[in-house]
Protein backbone atom coordinates (compact mmCIF):
# COMPACT_ATOMS: atom_id res chain seq x y z
CA UNK A 1 0.00 0.00 0.00
CA UNK A 2 2.96 2.10 0.43
CA UNK A 3 4.04 2.21 -2.89
CA UNK A 4 2.96 3.82 -5.66
CA UNK A 5 1.04 7.29 -4.88
CA UNK A 6 -2.17 7.21 -7.61
CA UNK A 7 -3.08 10.11 -9.64
CA UNK A 8 -5.79 12.18 -8.46
CA UNK A 9 -8.98 11.72 -10.00
CA UNK A 10 -11.09 14.40 -11.44
CA UNK A 11 -14.97 15.14 -10.77
CA UNK A 12 -15.95 12.80 -13.83
CA UNK A 13 -14.12 9.81 -12.03
CA UNK A 14 -15.93 10.44 -8.64
CA UNK A 15 -16.93 7.06 -7.49
CA UNK A 16 -20.52 6.42 -7.31
CA UNK A 17 -20.07 5.06 -3.99
CA UNK A 18 -20.19 8.84 -3.06
CA UNK A 19 -21.94 10.77 -5.45
CA UNK A 20 -25.06 11.01 -3.74
CA UNK A 21 -24.33 10.71 -0.08
CA UNK A 22 -24.67 14.12 1.97
CA UNK A 23 -21.28 15.76 2.64
CA UNK A 24 -20.74 16.50 6.47
CA UNK A 25 -19.32 19.53 7.94
CA UNK A 26 -17.46 18.77 11.41
CA UNK A 27 -15.70 21.98 13.75
CA UNK A 28 -13.12 19.99 15.31
CA UNK A 29 -12.65 21.27 18.98
CA UNK A 30 -9.31 20.63 20.41
CA UNK A 31 -8.99 21.18 23.68
CA UNK A 32 -6.32 21.97 26.03
CA UNK A 33 -6.76 23.11 29.66
CA UNK A 34 -10.06 23.15 29.13
CA UNK A 35 -10.21 26.21 26.41
CA UNK A 36 -10.21 25.18 22.23
CA UNK A 37 -6.60 25.92 20.79
CA UNK A 38 -5.29 25.92 17.24
CA UNK A 39 -1.88 24.56 16.47
CA UNK A 40 0.10 24.66 13.21
CA UNK A 41 1.04 20.95 12.32
CA UNK A 42 0.41 20.55 15.85
CA UNK A 43 2.53 22.78 17.63
CA UNK A 44 2.19 26.47 18.65
CA UNK A 45 -1.26 26.10 20.23
CA UNK A 46 -3.47 29.27 20.11
CA UNK A 47 -6.54 29.99 22.05
CA UNK A 48 -9.89 29.88 20.24
CA UNK A 49 -12.10 29.96 22.97
CA UNK A 50 -14.45 28.42 25.49
CA UNK A 51 -15.32 24.57 24.07
CA UNK A 52 -19.18 24.93 25.22
CA UNK A 53 -19.80 28.40 23.39
CA UNK A 54 -18.14 27.20 20.80
CA UNK A 55 -20.14 23.98 20.38
CA UNK A 56 -23.29 25.48 21.05
CA UNK A 57 -22.33 28.29 17.83
CA UNK A 58 -21.38 25.52 15.50
CA UNK A 59 -25.00 23.81 16.52
CA UNK A 60 -26.74 25.99 16.08
CA UNK A 61 -25.17 26.94 12.57
CA UNK A 62 -25.92 23.72 10.89
CA UNK A 63 -22.76 21.65 11.93
CA UNK A 64 -23.19 18.09 10.85
CA UNK A 65 -20.91 16.77 13.73
CA UNK A 66 -18.78 17.94 16.62
CA UNK A 67 -15.32 16.63 17.24
CA UNK A 68 -14.00 17.26 20.28
CA UNK A 69 -10.31 16.28 21.07
CA UNK A 70 -8.15 16.32 24.31
CA UNK A 71 -4.85 17.01 22.33
CA UNK A 72 -2.61 16.05 25.21
CA UNK A 73 -4.36 13.49 26.73
CA UNK A 74 -2.25 10.51 24.94
CA UNK A 75 0.97 12.32 25.24
CA UNK A 76 0.65 13.20 29.03
CA UNK A 77 -0.71 9.56 29.47
CA UNK A 78 -3.63 10.59 31.46
CA UNK A 79 -7.40 10.55 31.53
CA UNK A 80 -9.74 12.07 28.74
CA UNK A 81 -11.29 15.28 30.48
CA UNK A 82 -14.67 13.90 31.01
CA UNK A 83 -15.97 16.50 32.51
CA UNK A 84 -15.71 18.75 29.81
CA UNK A 85 -16.65 16.65 26.96
CA UNK A 86 -19.52 16.23 29.32
CA UNK A 87 -20.84 20.25 29.63
CA UNK A 88 -20.11 20.32 25.83
CA UNK A 89 -22.44 17.09 25.11
CA UNK A 90 -25.18 19.11 27.16
CA UNK A 91 -25.04 21.81 24.42
CA UNK A 92 -25.57 20.50 21.22
CA UNK A 93 -27.89 18.00 19.40
CA UNK A 94 -26.03 16.91 16.76
CA UNK A 95 -23.62 13.57 16.26
CA UNK A 96 -20.99 14.32 18.96
CA UNK A 97 -17.28 12.54 18.72
CA UNK A 98 -15.41 12.46 21.17
CA UNK A 99 -11.44 11.23 21.39
CA UNK A 100 -8.12 12.03 23.46
CA UNK A 101 -6.76 8.95 25.67
CA UNK A 102 -8.97 6.31 25.70
CA UNK A 103 -6.84 3.34 26.01
CA UNK A 104 -9.65 0.67 27.14
CA UNK A 105 -13.16 -0.64 26.41
CA UNK A 106 -14.21 0.89 29.49
CA UNK A 107 -12.58 3.95 28.85
CA UNK A 108 -15.05 3.95 25.63
CA UNK A 109 -17.77 2.95 27.64
CA UNK A 110 -17.01 6.29 30.07
CA UNK A 111 -16.44 8.64 27.49
CA UNK A 112 -20.19 7.15 25.93
CA UNK A 113 -22.01 7.97 28.86
CA UNK A 114 -21.15 11.68 28.61
CA UNK A 115 -23.63 11.39 26.04
CA UNK A 116 -20.88 11.70 22.79
CA UNK A 117 -22.11 9.52 20.10
CA UNK A 118 -18.73 8.01 19.00
CA UNK A 119 -15.50 7.45 20.34
CA UNK A 120 -12.28 7.89 18.08
CA UNK A 121 -9.22 6.35 18.93
CA UNK A 122 -5.62 7.07 17.35
CA UNK A 123 -2.41 6.41 19.62
CA UNK A 124 -3.88 3.49 21.48
CA UNK A 125 -5.39 1.78 18.22
CA UNK A 126 -1.83 1.74 16.17
CA UNK A 127 -0.67 -0.10 20.02
CA UNK A 128 -3.00 -2.28 20.32
CA UNK A 129 -4.98 -2.97 17.12
CA UNK A 130 -7.64 -5.52 18.88
CA UNK A 131 -8.85 -2.07 20.94
CA UNK A 132 -10.37 -1.72 17.21
CA UNK A 133 -12.54 -5.19 17.17
CA UNK A 134 -13.21 -5.36 21.07
CA UNK A 135 -14.78 -1.50 20.60
CA UNK A 136 -16.53 -2.47 17.57
CA UNK A 137 -18.06 -5.48 18.89
CA UNK A 138 -19.09 -3.98 22.66
CA UNK A 139 -20.43 -0.86 20.47
CA UNK A 140 -21.19 -1.58 17.09
CA UNK A 141 -18.80 -0.18 14.53
CA UNK A 142 -20.54 2.65 14.20
CA UNK A 143 -19.33 4.11 17.36
CA UNK A 144 -15.87 3.79 16.69
CA UNK A 145 -13.57 6.17 14.74
CA UNK A 146 -9.86 5.61 13.63
CA UNK A 147 -7.78 8.94 13.91
CA UNK A 148 -4.64 8.69 11.92
CA UNK A 149 -1.84 11.68 11.81
CA UNK A 150 0.04 10.71 8.58
CA UNK A 151 3.18 12.47 7.78
CA UNK A 152 4.79 12.04 4.02
CA UNK A 153 7.58 9.95 3.38
CA UNK A 154 10.77 11.65 1.92
CA UNK A 155 10.74 8.86 -0.73
CA UNK A 156 7.23 7.72 -1.17
CA UNK A 157 4.04 7.59 0.68
CA UNK A 158 2.43 8.73 4.14
CA UNK A 159 3.84 7.46 7.98
CA UNK A 160 1.39 7.05 11.17
CA UNK A 161 2.96 8.93 13.58
CA UNK A 162 1.07 8.97 17.54
CA UNK A 163 1.10 11.12 20.79
CA UNK A 164 -0.60 13.54 18.76
CA UNK A 165 1.94 13.78 16.03
CA UNK A 166 5.14 13.67 17.97
CA UNK A 167 6.04 9.94 17.59
CA UNK A 168 6.64 7.99 14.25
CA UNK A 169 5.65 4.59 14.04
CA UNK A 170 7.27 3.37 10.86
CA UNK A 171 3.64 2.43 9.75
CA UNK A 172 2.39 3.05 6.65
CA UNK A 173 -0.83 5.47 6.69
CA UNK A 174 -2.62 3.55 3.43
CA UNK A 175 -2.17 0.14 4.59
CA UNK A 176 -3.27 0.89 8.27
CA UNK A 177 -6.35 2.80 7.14
CA UNK A 178 -7.28 -0.36 5.77
CA UNK A 179 -6.38 -2.65 8.73
CA UNK A 180 -8.37 -0.10 10.65
CA UNK A 181 -11.61 -0.68 8.47
CA UNK A 182 -11.61 -4.41 8.18
CA UNK A 183 -11.10 -4.11 12.10
CA UNK A 184 -14.16 -2.74 12.43
CA UNK A 185 -13.79 1.42 12.20
CA UNK A 186 -16.79 3.00 11.36
CA UNK A 187 -14.56 5.80 10.02
CA UNK A 188 -11.52 6.96 9.46
CA UNK A 189 -10.40 10.40 10.52
CA UNK A 190 -7.19 11.18 8.73
CA UNK A 191 -4.97 14.31 9.64
CA UNK A 192 -2.22 15.48 7.29
CA UNK A 193 0.80 16.26 9.48
CA UNK A 194 2.25 18.41 6.95
CA UNK A 195 -1.30 20.56 6.17
CA UNK A 196 -2.75 20.87 9.49
CA UNK A 197 -3.43 24.21 10.24
CA UNK A 198 -1.76 25.56 7.45
CA UNK A 199 -4.77 26.52 5.56
CA UNK A 200 -3.20 26.04 2.13
CA UNK A 201 -5.46 23.05 1.52
CA UNK A 202 -6.24 19.12 2.62
CA UNK A 203 -3.20 16.73 1.20
CA UNK A 204 -5.45 15.42 -1.74
CA UNK A 205 -3.18 12.32 -2.62
CA UNK A 206 -3.14 10.95 1.10
CA UNK A 207 -6.88 11.59 1.70
CA UNK A 208 -7.89 9.82 -2.22
CA UNK A 209 -5.31 7.13 -1.30
CA UNK A 210 -7.17 6.11 1.89
CA UNK A 211 -10.84 6.64 0.43
CA UNK A 212 -9.77 4.51 -2.14
CA UNK A 213 -8.58 1.81 0.27
CA UNK A 214 -11.28 1.46 2.55
CA UNK A 215 -14.77 0.61 2.58
CA UNK A 216 -15.67 3.20 4.63
CA UNK A 217 -16.15 6.84 5.25
CA UNK A 218 -12.94 9.01 5.64
CA UNK A 219 -13.30 12.63 7.18
CA UNK A 220 -10.29 15.09 5.80
CA UNK A 221 -8.89 17.24 8.16
CA UNK A 222 -5.94 19.40 8.33
CA UNK A 223 -5.04 22.64 6.49
CA UNK A 224 -8.41 23.48 5.24
CA UNK A 225 -8.27 27.41 4.17
CA UNK A 226 -11.31 28.00 2.12
CA UNK A 227 -14.46 26.85 0.97
CA UNK A 228 -12.35 25.60 -2.25
CA UNK A 229 -10.31 23.38 -0.03
CA UNK A 230 -13.36 21.82 1.68
CA UNK A 231 -15.16 21.04 -1.96
CA UNK A 232 -11.76 19.24 -3.16
CA UNK A 233 -11.09 17.66 -0.53
CA UNK A 234 -14.87 16.27 -0.48
CA UNK A 235 -14.60 15.48 -4.23
CA UNK A 236 -11.32 15.16 -5.72
CA UNK A 237 -9.93 13.70 -2.28
CA UNK A 238 -12.79 11.37 -2.44
CA UNK A 239 -13.62 12.20 1.49
CA UNK A 240 -17.33 12.09 2.18
CA UNK A 241 -16.82 14.31 5.55
CA UNK A 242 -14.94 17.40 6.38
CA UNK A 243 -13.14 18.48 9.39
CA UNK A 244 -12.78 22.27 10.04
CA UNK A 245 -11.04 24.35 12.26
CA UNK A 246 -9.34 27.55 11.76
CA UNK A 247 -11.73 28.29 9.41
CA UNK A 248 -14.53 28.92 11.46
CA UNK A 249 -13.00 29.49 15.31
CA UNK A 250 -11.86 32.69 13.76
CA UNK A 251 -14.84 33.44 11.96
CA UNK A 252 -13.46 33.32 8.50
CA UNK A 253 -16.07 31.42 7.33
CA UNK A 254 -19.38 29.97 9.18
CA UNK A 255 -20.95 26.71 8.31
CA UNK A 256 -23.79 28.21 6.58
CA UNK A 257 -21.31 29.76 4.14
CA UNK A 258 -19.16 26.76 3.47
CA UNK A 259 -22.44 24.70 2.93
CA UNK A 260 -24.32 27.04 0.86
CA UNK A 261 -20.71 27.19 -0.97
CA UNK A 262 -20.99 23.44 -1.64
CA UNK A 263 -24.42 23.13 -2.78
CA UNK A 264 -23.82 25.80 -5.38
CA UNK A 265 -21.40 23.82 -6.33
CA UNK A 266 -23.96 20.68 -6.99
CA UNK A 267 -22.64 18.54 -3.78
CA UNK A 268 -25.12 17.29 -1.74
CA UNK A 269 -25.28 19.06 1.86
CA UNK A 270 -27.87 19.09 4.66
CA UNK A 271 -28.82 22.83 5.15
Not at 13 to 36: H, N, S, Y
Amino acid sequence: MGGHVPAIPTLTQFTIRTAMVARRIIPALDIKEGRVVKCVRFLNPRDAGDPVDLARLYDQEGADEIVFLDITASYERRALMLDVARRVAEQVFIPFTVGGGIRTVEDMRETLKTGADKIFINTSAVQNPDLISEGADRFGSQCIVVAIDGKRRANDGWEVYIHGGRTPTGRDAVAWAAEAARRGAGEILLTSLDADGTQAGYDLELTRAVADAVPTPVIASGGAGSEAHIYDGLTRGGAEAALVASLVHYQILSIRQIKSYLRNRQLPVRL
